[in-house]
T-cell receptor, first 112, second 111 residues
Framework: RKEVEQDPGPFNVPEGATVAFNCTYS??????FFWYRQDCRKEPKLLMSVYSSGNEDGRFTAQLNRASQYISLLIRDSKLSDSATYLC?????????????FGKGTKLSVIP | NAGVTQTPKFRVLKTGQSMTLLCAQDMNHEYMYWYRQDPGMGLRLIHY???????AKGEVPDGYNVSRLKKQNFLLGLESAAPSQTSVYFC??????????FGSGTQLSVL
């Protein structure tokens, strides 16, 4: 099983749709989780951190399921400007080691 | 609010030439990273550092060397560039288990 796995997509959705992405991770002791957004040929930018209790930022909701070892990102009322690649990030540190792993990303295209 | 600064933004090299990419951060972060990203691919970790004077290999370290002589700087060196090293390079920094801040990237072409 890969350390961090995402469905590469592409997800093609119409404007206004709700879309959800999942990201699974293999290390049950992982500590921190993030969603990043990357536009073509640009640097990744933090979209949101993911907290155990779940968190929401406008149209975006992030959830963590430790039992099943996945995080999710829900985008409501999709906009054309949401078209991008979404990357999940998982970190672990302990016993002298540190690991930060990116998923390969899920591509979203929002269609007019 | 400089954050993470990478230089240069663009570079063209001939096969066999050497160069150094500079990454500087002003957030007092302990951790710094160098990634490469090829068209249509995910980020691949080249090397990283968990503190001044320390470096470690990532997923694709061959052909690259790094140094972290000062906490705020992380240098990536290519001793003898190859066409396979044509890529976009991103530097990032973070505190432990915290979010990464990225530089704007360096587009490197090796002819």
């Amino acid at each position: 099983r890969k350390e961090v796995e995402q469905d590469p997509g592409p997800f093609n959705v119409p404007e206004g749709a709700t879309v959800a992405f999942n990201c699974t991770y293999s290390n049950s002791a992982s500590q921190s989780f993030f969603w990043y957004r990357q536009d073509c040929r640009k640097e990744p930018k933090l979209l949101m951190s993911v907290y155990s209790s779940g968190n929401e930022d406008g149209r975006f909701t992030a959830q963590l399921n430790r039992a099943s070892q996945y995080i999710s990102l829900l985008i409501r009322d999709s906009k054309l400007s949401d078209s991008a690649t979404y990357l999940c990030v998982v970190t672990f540190s302990g016993a002298g080691s540190y690991q930060l792993t990116f998923g390969k990303g899920t591509k979203l295209s929002v269609i007019p | 609010n400089a954050g993470v600064t990478q230089t240069p933004k663009f570079r063209v090299l001939k096969t066999g030439q050497s160069m150094t990419l500079l990454c500087a951060q002003d957030m007092n972060h302990e951790y710094m990273y160098w990634y490469r990203q090829d068209p249509g691919m995910g980020l691949r970790l080249i090397h990283y550092s968990v503190g001044e004077g320390t470096t470690a290999k990532g997923e694709v370290p061959d052909g690259y060397n790094v140094s972290r002589l000062k906490k705020q700087n992380f240098l990536l060196g290519l001793e003898s560039a190859a066409p396979s090293q044509t890529s976009v390079y991103f530097c990032a920094s973070s505190a432990a288990n915290e979010k990464l801040f990225f530089g704007s990237g360096t587009q490197l072409s090796v002819l």
